[in-house]
């Protein structure tokens, strides 16, 4: 199942099947937000089916990434114990697996190797997404300096 793709990076089959029990199936309505901007989620998602747009305010409803079958949606706030840095809406009808943040903490609790092997996979899909951003970023760079004209054509940094 793609549902699994994010999870399998770094879970046993075990583990995996552990999500799948404690998790609740959900069918998502097209343009539902599952996760808001500055809101504290209260479950991580798998997508099963369909897709999501991440969307952040400052973007004015520009989608700054889609997310299809397999991905994770609030692994980060999980980990940090912070609001949302993004919206997450679906872009179609969509299923997900919840699967409750209190649920999960306590399994992370009370089973070490669980824990090692969850927070690897978070580890990874950061990396893939990272790497995916960058890559991204280097094409935009590469087409504005082609539109320029620009051999030595520079983005601005700030710090």
Do not use: K, Y
């Not at 995996?16 to 809101?39: D, H, N, P, S, Y």
């Amino acid at each position: 199942m793609r549902a699994t793709i994010a999870l399998q990076e770094g879970l046993r089959d075990e583990d995996i099947q552990w999500l799948f029990q404690v998790g609740q199936q959900r069918v998502v309505e097209a343009g539902t937000a599952i996760v808001r901007e500055g809101a504290r989620p209260s479950a991580i998602f798998v997508v099963i089916r369909g897709g999501f747009d991440v969307g952040v305010d400052a973007l004015m409803g520009e989608p700054l990434a889609r997310l299809g079958a397999g991905e994770l949606i609030g692994e980060i706030s999980f980990l940090e114990g912070s609001p949302a840095s993004a919206t997450i809406v679906a872009d179609e009808e969509s299923t997900v697996l919840v699967i409750d943040n209190q649920t999960l903490n306590e399994r992370i609790r009370e089973d070490t190797s669980f824990a090692a092997s969850l927070f690897r996979t978070f580890a990874l899909i950061a990396e893939r997404r990272l790497r995916n951003r960058v890559d991204h970023l280097a094409f935009l760079f590469e087409f504005a300096r082609d539109r320029a004209g620009q051999r030595d054509f520079c983005i601005p940094v700030l710090d």
